[in-house]
């Protein structure tokens, strides 16, 4: 008898269909491997979760602080605390034009502090400086020789990068070569003046806000938010003399 042919539902093992065989009189089954057909994958794609400051709103950066200073007039004096912190930044902008120059000068030289006799003397109080020629200046401590010490030790510690030498009461000040050293030195003193500045700053805010804690006629909720807009007002001020920094800086590193 001839073989008859049929055809059995596919099934499927493993990714892999088994394709029918040929099937005889005894029946037998033969099935062959097939390669692997292609399925189609379904595949679930998550959302992202919401990271930190998102768009849900959630971390919202909070907003400055409105100042209203005629109510705080009523509380304290909003001119006397302005003028301290205006005097700072007048104060910072003083000392970075005597302090740092990037060509030693007769005035700057002539207002180094030098601490005499337990008090503090600006240089020409002590000494006369003048100008020899464009690379030396001379310091003349013939009216308070016992000075020289003090006068020496200042000059040094300027942050100018000045090296005196004595010549009886005579002092010689070359004039350094500005270089790339002196340049960052300078921008390093510069933020030294300025973190002196700010903390004048912040000595106003904190002296204010003690004297509102202190006073016993003022609620404590009007002084948290009185607190709150001297902060910020001092604030304001400190950001001023960052600005004053950066310009300094720049100008000193040469950008």
């Excluded at 060509?103 to 503090?120: A, L, M």
């Excluded at 002590?126 to 020289?148: D, F, G, H, Y």
């Amino acid at each position: 008898m001839s073989c008859q042919r049929a055809v059995l539902t596919l099934l499927v093992r493993s990714g892999t269909v088994l394709r029918a065989g040929t099937v005889c009189q005894s029946q037998k089954i033969l099935l062959r491997p097939q390669l692997p057909t292609t399925f189609s994958v379904l595949t679930r794609f998550y959302a992202k979760g919401k990271g930190k400051g998102g768009s849900d709103g959630k971390h919202k950066k909070k907003g400055a602080v409105a100042v209203n200073e005629n109510e705080l007039a009523e509380i304290l004096d909003v001119d006397a605390m302005k003028a301290q912190m205006q005097k700072a930044l007048v104060v910072l902008k003083d000392e970075f034009v005597k302090n740092l120059s990037l060509r030693s000068t007769t005035g700057s030289i002539e207002t180094i502090k030098v601490k005499f006799d337990g008090k503090d003397h600006a240089l020409n109080e002590l000494a006369q400086v003048v100008r020899k020629n464009p690379k030396t200046l001379v310091v003349n401590c013939t009216s308070v020789p016992q000075s020289i010490p003090n006068i020496l030790q200042a000059i040094k510690q300027s942050g100018m990068n000045l090296n005196p030498q004595q010549d009886g009461t005579t002092l010689f000040i070359p004039i350094p070569v500005v270089t790339k050293e002196h340049r960052e030195g300078l921008a390093k003193n510069a933020k030294a003046l300025f973190i002196k500045g700010r903390d004048a700053i912040k000595d106003v805010q904190n002296k204010h806000i003690r004297s509102l804690k202190k006073a016993s006629n003022v609620p404590e909720d009007t002084v948290f938010a009185a607190q709150q807009q001297i902060t910020a007002m001092a604030d304001k001020y400190v950001g001023e003399a960052e600005k004053m920094l950066q310009v300094k800086q720049a100008e000193l590193i040469g950008k």
